[in-house]
């Protein structure tokens, strides 16, 4: 375990919290009974639970799907912030690195978001400051005219050095996913180092070794769905079982069994192996990767009992408290869009 | 030299009852502070989880303290030994 004078009990106290907070995350039967209501009912629904204090303070302010939206958005910041409060030591370290990836969205939805020219407040509702950049300093940066002040207003931030090198390329292509790539690349080549580098590393590596997995795997399903043919290499995040080389001759096997294959030859986790074994039909991607997610939650759950005092029992509650807050706004915004239950029942992870 | 030797056995008699008496508070002194210890060790981290339970939910604090308190069995055991080893 990671230095900490106090012994043990800091992280038994902070890993005690996470199992009593992920208890009280919404069971799968409640997201079924709100597929049955209407967009007023889900807000008052949601009033009940943990979200009260986020939508009796901006229910003045919104209405509607957008009052439910920026709610969820506050209380998921809000969370992250007070866990990386009470956590000790390394696992502090720890959780601030793995939340680092909310700053890449934020910067990405930002700059996406000015280059639509949108207005602030709808690109405010989406924005989640859980990472190193905080709600005043994404304010500072929303009420910047061009994306360019906004790039050099992330002088001395972490993301900085791969923004400004990739931010004029991506002005060029008129495209931002090449530096999206790359931000994501150099986030887990920093989360490895971090690994490496602190005490109580290995517990969190194994995390990223699997992250890194379920994000390639994905990708190559993304990109076997997509006729547009891209260099793989691009897409892949070194790191993980798979080496970017062979997932680049991964992403050239057409055939679905011997791709199949070739991807269960070397995968370890059980519960991938039989998740990939059900793929070989025909299966829309937004389920394949559902199922993906549900793999990587009952991996992280494993490991988190295996490993009950560590950063494990953190991780997983963060990542189901995503997911809640994922589930809560494809119900609401489901319902607002009108489709089908059954629809709608399709996008959540439960 | 009869008186002799009775006087040499009585003084290795009261030498034995003393050290016996000695090793008895020992064992008495071991057998509450090594309990006691356990006790403590036990308590560390079933206190550190009811402390974090209970930070998330104020009405479980009784069940939590009483989980807390369970590992107190080891050094009252421990004090019953001592007991015994000191007045039996």
Same mark, same amino acid.
Request: with cysteine; proline share 3%; net charge neutral.
């Given at each position: 375990?990671?230095?900490?004078?106090?012994?043990?009990?800091?992280?038994?106290?902070?890993?005690?919290?996470?199992?009593?907070?992920?208890?009280?995350?919404? /069971?799968?039967?409640?997201?079924?009974?709100?597929?049955?209501?209407?967009?007023?009912?889900?807000?008052?629904?949601? *009033?009940?639970? %943990?979200?009260?204090?986020? @939508?009796?303070?901006?229910?003045?302010?919104?209405?509607?799907?957008?009052?439910?939206?920026?709610?969820?958005?506050?209380?998921?910041?809000?969370?992250?912030?007070?866990? @990386?409060?009470?956590?000790? #030591?390394?696992?502090?370290?720890?959780?601030?690195?793995?939340?680092?990836?909310?700053?890449?969205?934020?910067?990405?939805?930002?700059?996406?978001?000015? =280059?639509?020219?949108?207005?602030? #407040?709808?690109?405010?509702?989406?924005?989640?400051?859980?990472?190193?950049?905080?709600?005043?300093?994404?304010?500072?940066?929303?009420?910047?005219?061009?994306?360019?002040?906004?790039?050099?207003?992330?002088?001395?931030?972490?993301?900085? /050095?791969?923004?400004?090198?990739?931010? +004029?390329?991506?002005?060029?292509? &008129?495209?931002?996913?090449?530096?999206?790539?790359?931000?994501?690349?150099?986030?887990?080549?920093?989360?490895? &180092?971090?690994?490496?580098?602190?005490?109580? #590393?290995?517990?969190?590596?194994?995390?990223?070794?699997?992250?890194?997995?379920?994000?390639?795997?994905?990708?190559?399903? =993304?990109?076997?769905?997509?006729?547009?043919?891209?260099?793989?290499?691009?897409?892949?995040? /070194?790191?993980?079982?798979?080496?970017?080389?062979?997932?680049? =001759?991964?992403?050239?096997?057409?055939?679905?069994?011997?791709?199949?294959?070739?991807?269960? *030859?070397?995968?370890?986790?059980?519960?991938?192996?039989?998740?990939?074994?059900?793929?070989?039909?025909?299966?829309? @991607?937004?389920?394949? *990767?559902?199922?993906?997610?549900?793999?990587?939650?009952?991996?992280?759950?494993?490991?988190?009992?295996? &490993? +009950?005092?560590?950063?494990?029992?953190?991780?997983?509650?963060? %990542?189901?408290?995503?997911?809640?807050?994922?589930?809560?706004?494809?119900?609401?915004? #489901?319902?607002?869009?009108?489709?089908?239950?059954?629809?709608?029942?399709?996008?959540?992870?439960? | 030299?009869?008186?002799?030797?009775?006087?040499?056995?009585?003084?290795?008699?009261?030498?034995?009852?003393?050290?016996?008496?000695?090793?008895?508070?020992?064992?008495?002194?071991?057998?509450?502070?090594?309990?006691?210890?356990?006790?403590?060790?036990?308590?560390?981290?079933?206190?550190?989880?009811?402390?974090?339970?209970?930070?998330?939910?104020?009405?479980?604090?009784?069940?939590?303290?009483?989980?807390? $308190?369970?590992?107190?069995?080891?050094?009252?055991?421990?004090?019953? $030994?001592?007991?015994?080893?000191?007045?039996?």
């Amino acid at each position: 375990m990671a230095e900490v004078r106090a012994g043990p009990a800091p992280y038994i106290y902070v890993c005690t919290r996470m199992r009593v907070r992920k208890s009280k995350l919404l /069971p799968k039967e409640e997201y079924l009974r709100m597929l049955n209501m209407s967009l007023p009912e889900i807000t008052r629904s949601i *009033e009940e639970l %943990e979200y009260k204090r986020e @939508i009796d303070e901006l229910s003045a302010s919104f209405h509607g799907i957008d009052l439910l939206e920026i709610a969820l958005s506050w209380n998921l910041a809000k969370e992250y912030q007070a866990i @990386i409060a009470i956590t000790p #030591g390394t696992l502090k370290a720890f959780t601030q690195a793995y939340l680092r990836r909310w700053d890449i969205q934020n910067i990405l939805t930002i700059l996406r978001g000015k =280059r639509q020219g949108l207005k602030i #407040g709808k690109i405010k509702e989406v924005l989640i400051p859980a990472g190193e950049l905080d709600r005043v300093f994404l304010d500072r940066l929303l009420i910047e005219d061009s994306p360019d002040r906004i790039v050099e207003a992330l002088k001395g931030k972490n993301l900085y /050095p791969v923004v400004a090198k990739e931010f +004029p390329l991506a002005v060029q292509s &008129n495209s931002l996913s090449h530096m999206e790539n790359e931000l994501y690349k150099d986030f887990y080549r920093n989360l490895i &180092n971090d690994a490496n580098v602190m005490k109580g #590393g290995d517990l969190f590596l194994k995390y990223i070794s699997l992250d890194i997995d379920i994000t390639n795997i994905r990708n190559l399903f =993304r990109l076997r769905v997509d006729t547009v043919q891209e260099d793989a290499r691009e897409m892949m995040i /070194p790191g993980g079982t798979f080496s970017v080389e062979e997932l680049h =001759r991964l992403n050239g096997i057409t055939d679905q069994n011997e791709f199949i294959d070739a991807l269960m *030859e070397k995968v370890r986790v059980k519960t991938l192996l039989a998740v990939l074994d059900k793929l070989r039909g025909e299966k829309p @991607i937004r389920e394949i *990767e559902i199922d993906l997610i549900k793999v990587q939650i009952e991996q992280m759950e494993k490991m988190a009992k295996l &490993n +009950p005092f560590s950063i494990h029992p953190i991780l997983v509650y963060l %990542e189901k408290k995503k997911y809640e807050v994922f589930n809560l706004r494809a119900i609401a915004r #489901g319902k607002e869009s009108k489709l089908s239950t059954d629809r709608i029942k399709g996008y959540l992870v439960m | 030299m009869a008186a002799e030797i009775i006087a040499t056995a009585a003084t290795d008699l009261a030498l034995m009852q003393a050290s016996q008496k000695g090793f008895q508070a020992i064992g008495a002194g071991l057998a509450v502070g090594l309990t006691g210890l356990g006790t403590g060790v036990a308590e560390m981290a079933i206190g550190s989880a009811a402390v974090g339970a209970t930070a998330e939910n104020k009405d479980i604090f009784g069940l939590a303290l009483l989980f807390t $308190v369970i590992p107190e069995t080891i050094v009252i055991f421990g004090l019953v $030994v001592a007991l015994l080893l000191l007045f039996s």
